[in-house]
């Protein structure tokens, strides 16, 4: 047999450099090596995406397997099948004859057997005087020995990007069931807010899951679905809360003018000069404070402040906030500006403003004047962060596909 683009003798496909690593691999098995044939081709399925074969490929595999009389394969001893190709043909419940060597050349191909011709050409064993085989020309079963632990662990990843899949798309399932019921029940209740946008924003992301989506689509999608229900969820808890604190106020004014009444009516001073119950103080309605959202969504959404943090990276909530102390300096953000930040919205809301103000800093004239504006807003409910790392999201994902 020569190697290289040559082609082997009776008119075979040329042996690729590849086969013949794979070859000079399954000569190197350790003396005494087992592993159950059954167990290997099981591991052989789960991986076969990434081998990059077919079922029918399988088919062909698992006949040949049933050739071998031993359900463990060894080292030490043959480790050659050579069944003709009517014989291998019914046991792969009648696969067709070209269709079988255009997959037995796969299996070749993927490294799960090699090919041990003879001079001829045709596959038999050769026995001794006592019937024992001497020698046997067909397919070797060596590779799938050689690999057994590799492909193992092939498997084992599959099976286990698998589960990654089925739990992210469960997440997303019932993240989208969840700002479903949110958006229509704002809708129907009358709440405040430009619920017709923000439906917009979800059949946008819904209609973005591929028809066959990779964990990584499902993810980057789910992040955006989270950050929409967490939005969705503020906004209508700051109404609530507003509206609370109206009904409050409403009635604490009640009571003060009752309690001032029965005090200058009923509660007369003992000495003989007049007193009258203390102004009360302004009641101002206080919204609820701005959520924060989950760090590794803050890092997708602004990634430039990584470099800005102790080492060159944001590991926790205090190295961005860290981090942002040093951005604010950069941007030429006074300190009163980013303290008035940090009072009305928190540290670590007034850092993500921050890390936000970076990443879109190139569109900005005036980082300390945006943040000042920002923390009124805020300060009167009309501002939340989620609709800005969603927005600095998509711009950060629509810059890497045009990239790759």
């Known amino acids: 047999m020569q190697v290289g683009n040559v082609t082997t003798p009776f008119g075979r496909r040329p042996v690729s450099l590849a086969q013949v690593r794979g070859q000079m691999r399954t000569a190197e098995i350790k003396s005494g090596k087992t592993a159950d044939k059954w167990k ?52 792969a419940h009648g696969i067709a004859g070209t269709t ?26 050769r026995k001794d005087e ?17 690999r057994a632990e590799e492909l193992a662990h092939a498997a084992q990843q599959v099976a286990a990007e698998r ?25 129907e209740e009358g709440a405040a807010g430009d619920w017709g946008r923000i439906e917009e924003i979800f059949l946008g992301l819904t209609g973005r899951i591929p028809r066959t989506p990779t964990n990584v689509d499902l993810q980057q999608i789910l992040d955006e679905m989270e950050m929409l229900r967490e939005e969705i969820i503020n906004r209508l808890e700051i109404q609530e809360d507003s509206e609370d604190t109206v009904s409050n106020a409403v009635q604490n004014e009640r009571h003060i003018q009752n309690s001032n009444t029965e005090s200058s009516n009923e509660l007369e001073p003992s000495s003989g000069n007049e007193q009258g119950a203390k102004p009360s103080q302004d009641i101002r309605p206080t919204s609820e404070p701005i959520k924060a959202f ?24 205090r190295d961005l906030m860290s981090a942002a102390v040093v951005v604010r300096s950069t941007l030429g953000v006074s300190p009163s500006a ?67």
């Open 40 to 91: 290997v081709f099981r591991d052989v399925c789960e991986a076969r995406a990434v081998l990059g074969i077919q079922d029918r490929a399988l088919a062909v595999l698992d006949a040949l397997l049933t050739f071998y009389p031993d359900n463990e394969l060894s080292e030490d001893r043959a480790l050659v099948v050579f069944p003709s190709n009517d014989q291998l043909s019914v046991r």
């Open 100 to 125: 079988l060597r255009r997959h037995l050349a796969a299996l070749v191909d993927a490294g799960l057997i090699h090919r041990k011709d003879s001079a001829n050409g045709k596959r038999y064993a």
């Open 130 to 146: 006592s019937g024992a085989i001497e020698e046997a020309f067909g397919f070797s079963l060596a590779p799938l020995l050689a």
């Open 163 to 187: 589960k990654r899949f089925r739990i992210t798309k469960e997440a997303l399932s019932i993240c989208r069931r969840d700002v479903r019921k949110l958006i229509s029940a704002a809708m």
């Open 294 to 317: 989950p760090l590794g969504m803050v890092l997708k959404a602004c990634p430039e402040i990584n470099d800005y943090g102790p080492g060159g990276a944001v590991g926790s909530w």
């Open 338 to 404: 980013y303290q008035d930040a940090c009072e009305v919205m928190g540290q670590q809301n007034a850092a993500v403003a921050v890390a936000c103000i970076l990443e879109r800093a190139v569109h900005i004239n005036n980082a300390g004047g945006y943040l000042r504006d920002l923390t009124r807003k805020a300060e009167r409910g009309e501002f939340s962060l989620g609709p800005m790392l969603m927005a600095l999201m998509r711009a950060n994902a629509s810059t890497s596909r045009r990239a790759s």
